[in-house]
Structure formats: structure tokens, C-alpha cells
């Protein structure tokens, strides 16, 4: 129903900065939000900021906050992540996906999302 890919993942130095975009495809009048996710290799997956598709409204995660910065062009059917200051323990595999509603939850994990995307890679040297 709705497609996702993700792109802008690269090779970065400690204090650099890149920017995600997560485009969509297919039905995306049923989404409610869009998420960002990573994965690093044994660690389960964490959130790291979501925004609502009609009003903007943002959430990101302590660790993150301050550092990115979610934001969408609904026009364009797009969602980004501005990632600026970047550590190396935010090196992992970032995932954007779609849910088409929360249920009362704040959209913080993963099970409250339908679609993924295939993921971008992010590594930070140190």
C-alpha cells in the first residue's frame, strides 16, 4: 500500500552532518505518521524521531534531540532527517517507516508501524 525508500546514508567524521530523505509512494493518504528508526548490528531497534503527515507535529528521541531534526515536504511526499553533530554511536542502519495510526501510543516503537523502507546505511568515524 505504501513504499518507502530511504536514501542519503554515507561515510561521515565525528561532527559532520547528513540528511536522510525517506520517499513514498502508493497509498500515502493512509498515513498517519512517519518514523525514523536505526539498527545497529546486535542492538535492537530505536527509535529516533517520527512526525505526523498532516500537521508536522515532531517527537525525537533524548538521544537524539537537539542533534536531529525531523521535518516533511507533504508535496513532495517526502520525510527527512537532518542529522547534524553526528558521534559514532550513531552509526547504524536507519530505517523510515508509515503507520496509519498510533492507538493511543506516541509512536515511539516499532509495532505501531506498517511499512518499512530497506534502510540507508550512517557510519561515523572517529
Known amino acids: 500500500q505504501v513504499q518507502l525508500v530511504e536514501s542519503g546514508g554515507g561515510l561521515v567524521q565525528a561532527g559532520g552532518s547528513l540528511r536522510l530523505s525517506c520517499a513514498a509512494s502508493g497509498h500515502t493518504f493512509t498515513t498517519y505518521a512517519v518514523g525514523w528508526f536505526r539498527q545497529a548490528p546486535g542492538k535492537e531497534r530505536e527509535f529516533v524521531a517520527r512526525i505526523t503527515w498532516r500537521s508536522g507535529n515532531t517527537f525525537h528521541a533524548d538521544s537524539v534531540k537537539g542533534r536531529f531534526t525531523i521535518s516533511r515536504d507533504n508535496a513532495k511526499n517526502t520525510v527527512y532527517l537532518q542529522m547534524n553533530s553526528l558521534k559514532p554511536d550513531d552509526t547504524a542502519r536507519y530505517y523510515c517507516?508509515?503507520?496509519?495510526?498510533?492507538?493511543?501510543?506516541?509512536?515511539?516503537?516499532?509495532?505501531?508501524?506498517?511499512?518499512w523502507g530497506q534502510g540507508t546505511q550512517v557510519t561515523v568515524s572517529s
Open positions: 517507516a508509515a503507520a496509519t495510526y498510533f492507538g493511543g501510543r506516541y509512536g515511539t516503537e516499532p509495532n505501531e508501524y506498517e511499512h
